[in-house]
C-alpha cells in the first residue's frame, strides 16, 4: 500500500520560510518522479517543484529562487524548502508520485496523492 504523508506546513509571515515534508511508504522514489502541488482557494492546483529519479528538477516559474525540491534520508523523504515567501504562495500543498521517468509538473501524470498541507503567508 503506497503512502505519501505531508507535514512541515504553518502560517508564516512575507518573507518567512517553511520546509515541507513528504514522508512515502510502500514506495521508491529512487527511478520515479515526485513532485509538490499547491491549491489555493477558488484556483486550480499548480505543479509547484518536481524531482526526477535521476535527480534533474523543474520548478514552476514563480518559486524558481526561491524554493528548492530535495530528496533523501532513511525514510524515503521529499522536501521542500520555501524561502522569501509570498502571501500567493498560500495554499494547501500536496506532494505526488508519479510512475514517470522524467519530471514534470502536470497533475495529470501523478496517480499517488498525499493528504495536504497547509501554508499560510500574510
Same mark, same amino acid.
Given at each position: 500500500?503506497?503512502?505519501?504523508?505531508?507535514? %512541515?506546513? *504553518?502560517?508564516?509571515?512575507?518573507?518567512? =520560510?517553511?520546509?515541507?515534508?513528504? $514522508?512515502? &511508504?510502500?514506495?521508491?522514489?529512487?527511478?520515479?518522479?515526485?513532485?509538490?502541488?499547491?491549491?489555493?482557494?477558488?484556483?486550480?492546483?499548480?505543479?509547484?517543484?518536481?524531482?526526477? %529519479?535521476? *535527480?534533474?528538477?523543474?520548478?514552476?516559474? =514563480?518559486?524558481?529562487?526561491?524554493? $528548492?525540491? &530535495?530528496?533523501?534520508?532513511?525514510?524515503?523523504?521529499?522536501?521542500?524548502?520555501?524561502?522569501?515567501?509570498?502571501?500567493?504562495?498560500?495554499?494547501?500543498?500536496?506532494?505526488?508520485?508519479?510512475?514517470?521517468?522524467?519530471?514534470?509538473?502536470? =497533475?495529470?501524470?501523478?496517480?499517488?496523492?498525499?493528504?495536504?498541507?497547509?501554508?499560510?503567508?500574510?
Amino acid at each position: 500500500h503506497v503512502q505519501l504523508v505531508e507535514s %512541515g506546513g *504553518g502560517s508564516v509571515q512575507p518573507g518567512g =520560510s517553511l520546509r515541507l515534508f513528504c $514522508t512515502a &511508504s510502500g514506495y521508491s522514489y529512487s527511478s520515479n518522479c515526485m513532485a509538490w502541488f499547491r491549491q489555493a482557494p477558488g484556483k486550480e492546483r499548480e505543479g509547484v517543484a518536481a524531482i526526477a %529519479g535521476d *535527480g534533474t528538477i523543474v520548478y514552476t516559474d =514563480s518559486v524558481k529562487g526561491r524554493f $528548492t525540491i &530535495s530528496k533523501g534520508g532513511a525514510r524515503n523523504t521529499v522536501y521542500l524548502q520555501m524561502n522569501s515567501l509570498k502571501p500567493e504562495d498560500t495554499g494547501m500543498y500536496y506532494c505526488a508520485a508519479s510512475n514517470s521517468r522524467i519530471a514534470r509538473l502536470e =497533475s495529470t501524470a501523478y496517480s499517488i496523492w498525499g493528504q495536504g498541507t497547509q501554508v499560510t503567508v500574510s
